[in-house]
Structure formats: C-alpha cells, structure tokens
C-alpha cells in the first residue's frame, strides 16, 4: 500500500507564500506609515503569520493529497451505482450533519434568537438552517442527475431575497445578509465540493464544469433566505411591538 | 489556552460528521479501496490541523492589526485614503483566503487548466476589492444598503446573459466561497471601525451587508473572464 503525504509539498510551500505575500506587503507598509507598532505586537504579529503560513500549508496539502483524490472517487463510485438516486438523500444527509455540528451557525442562531425575544429559538432556526442546506445539496445532485441548469434555482432564490430585502425589516435583512458565509463551512467546499465534480464526470451528458460547480452557490444562499423568512413571519405574527422598539436606527 | 480550545473545539465539530457519514457509506455502500479510503482520513488529520493552525495564527497575529487598521483609518478623515485601502485590504486577504484557493485550483483542474487558479484568485480578489471600496464609500456618503444590493445583483443576471453557460455556475460558487474564515473577520472589522468613528454611533446596521457586497465582487469578476475568454 503506497499512502501519499508529501508529494508536491515543495509546490503547495511556494503558493502559500504567494497567498500570504501581499498580506505581509501590506501590513509592512502600514507599519511604517501608519501604525508604528512597539515590538512586543510585532512580535505577535509574526508568530501569527509563521503560524498561519504551516496551517494554510497543511491544510491545502491535506485537501490535494486526501480530499480532492478521494472526493473524486467516490463521487464517480455513487455516480455509477444502479440506483443513482440514492445521491439525494446522501446528499440531503452530508448538508445536514455539516450544518448541525458547524460553530458559525450556532453564533448566527443565538443572534436571531435574542434580536426576536426568544421567538425565533435556536433550536427552529438550527434546524431550519440544516435541513435547509441539506436540501441545497441533495438539490445539486439532482441537478447533475437531471441535468437543469443553475438558473431555475439562482434565479428564484435571488428574486425572493431582493424581494424580502424590502419586505423585512433592517434588522433582520442585516443579519441575513451576514449570514451568507456561515453554512459554506470548510468540509463543503474542498470534499462535497470534490463528490459533486466526481458525480458529474461519470454521468452521461453532463459536464463536470458546468453541472458539478454550483452547489456552494445553493448552499451560501440557504442561510441568507432562512433568516429573511423567519424574521418576516415574527414580524407578521406578534413581534411587531417588540420589533418596532428595537429599531430606533 | 481558552483560545486553542476554542479553535480546536471549533474545527473538529467542523469536520468530524462528514467524515463519520462518509466512514459509514464506505462500510455500507462506497467498499473504495482502502489505498484511497486511507488517503481520506490522512487527508482529514492534514487538513484539521491545518485548519487549526491557519486559524490561531489569524486570531493571534492577523486579525488585531485589521481591528487596529479599521479604528485609526478613519481619523485621518480622509474618505480617498479609506476607500483606497478598503480596496487593498479586500484584496490581499482574498489572496490568502484557503476556500477561494480550493475552489480555484478545483476549477483549474476541472477545466483542463483552461481557466487558470492564478487568474481566477486574482480576478476573484479584484471583485471583493472593488465592491469592499464600494461598501467603505457606502458607510462614507449614506447610501441604502438595498439600492447597492439591487443594482449588484441587477448587473450580474445583465453580465450572466452575455456569458458562456460553464462559467455561471463558477462565478456564483467564487461569490460563495469569498465568506470564508480569513475574509468575513477582516472586512467586518475594518467596516465596523470605519462606521463607528465617523458617525460614532452603533455600527450593528452600519456595517450590515459587507459580506453580502464582498460575495456580489467575485460574481461578476467571474462573468467577465467569460464574456472576455468564453
């Protein structure tokens, strides 16, 4: 058995520090400038970035040498079973778990919570969140199934968020809106991700390109729509009083 | 310590239930040789733990200079220099952020190389610049989140009728995965800062949106490589 650490580790060393480059460019030319830092900061500073830069090291080699490889496989192993299918529920199921346990969302929820006095509790708005990325992936494998393009979801999903944009109130639109990065969670993008493409290249007439890319669209919009939905319903049904207290800005 | 444990607590709650789903399926369902099987896990500890790393090195070193750059910028008061590093900041931590070099290097691969991860970050960094300039200038000059939001997205569906289908489903991904660990903190530190000293109040409604503007950037810089290439 041959297991793959290291190959190509010199490459992936020398994009990191393309990718943290500017960042140090950056931070150096307002150093001098600007904030003229004492060395005590500085040295933080620099501890932060060595560390940053083994990190981000690792964690691509891990992506390149595991996730991408093995991502691909089985996505084209599910993609070639008798029963294709299956994929939407094990799609519906990698959404949920990845949402469920995710910290960002748990933040996000404790937000809409105390911004709806309890109305909105965590707990409806965390399995709302889950279920509703479960169902932006499951829907991605069927796309790829079917074949239809992106449009008959992106086009809807963005219409309604414009048009609850007006509809909400400030305070919830604001929530919503920055909530758009709390479902894309680290496992979405570098292995479903690696599924879907996999899915897509065993697939009969479908382009890996084209029909395989698109979930992380699917899924940033979930939480964003969430949010906008619940907070037009509180506002609809009682929480108006509170509501109107709340929002003196 | 609180901070490591916090992190660490952070990352496994991450990652760890796909990989339980994912051993499950590979002893009912998947059967994958257990050559790549291993690659998975040796591809989870890698990646976890450089996850872990990545993020403690942005909250101990990176992240105080944004709030540090987000609280003296303003009092310059002068609204060309806070637009102009806006601009910069947008884009240098766009460069660094680990879910857009995935998702380019993924596209790169896929594409037969034909849409390169160098100019796709690039493009992408560019989008999330512009617009994070556009967002310092809203919180400046007073203007309606939703009109910003409105025309954003008005002029994407325009550039995506003229653009080859591949890209769509792309530029949309890049607009997602710009919300990343490094991107979110840095953006709403700077704009929390800039809203707080220039108007000096509560900044919770100021800085609403940043990260909806941030994600708008890479659509459309996406749309444009294909209406050029495609």
Known sequence: ?249 | MQDIKDTVKEVILAVLPITIVIIILQFTLLWLPMEIFLQFLVGVVMVSSGLILFLLGVHLGLLPVGEMIGSALPKTKKVWLIILVGFFLGFVVTVAEPDVRVLSSQIDDVSGGEISQMLLIHSVALGVAIFVALAMARIIFDIQMKWLLVSGYGLVFLLAAFTPGSYIPISFDAGGVTTGPMTVPFILALGVGVAAVLRGKSSSSDSFGLVALASIGPILAVLMLGVIYG
């Not at chain 1, 299918?85 to 990845?98: C, D, H, Q």
């Not at chain 1, 907070?231 to 929480?239: A, L, N, V, W």
């Open chain 1, 1 to 249: 058995m041959n297991i793959i650490i290291f190959e190509g580790f010199g490459d992936v060393l020398l994009e990191v520090a393309m990718a943290l480059l500017p960042l140090l460019i950056f931070f150096l030319v307002f150093q001098f400038v600007f904030l003229k830092l004492e060395k005590e900061k500085l040295l933080n500073i620099a501890k932060g970035m060595i560390m940053s830069f083994c990190g981000l090291a690792l964690f691509l080699q891990g992506v390149h040498v595991g996730f991408f490889p093995a991502g691909e496989v089985m996505g084209e192993k599910l993609g070639e079973l008798s029963s294709t299918w299956l994929l939407i529920p094990i799609g519906f199921v990698l959404g949920f778990v990845a949402t469920f346990a995710e910290p960002a969302v748990r933040i996000l929820n404790e937000q809409v919570e105390k911004v709806s006095g309890g109305y909105i509790s965590e707990k409806v708005m965390l399995y709302t969140l889950s279920i509703g990325v479960g169902i932006s992936i499951a829907l991605s494998m069927l796309r790829i199934l079917i074949g239809f393009p992106l449009w008959y979801f992106i086009i809807p999903g963005y219409a309604i968020v414009i048009l609850m944009t007006f509809l909400s109130s400030n305070r919830f639109t604001s929530i919503a809106f920055d909530s758009g990065g709390v479902a894309t969670g680290p496992m979405t993008v570098t292995f479903i991700l690696a599924i879907a493409v996999g899915v897509a290249s065993v697939t009969d007439g479908r382009d890996p390109l084209m029909d395989g890319f698109g979930m992380i669209a699917l899924v940033a919009l979930t939480p964003i729509l969430s949010v906008l939905i619940l907070g037009i319903m509180y506002e609809k049904k009682g929480g108006k009083k509170e509501h109107v207290s709340q929002s003196e800005t």
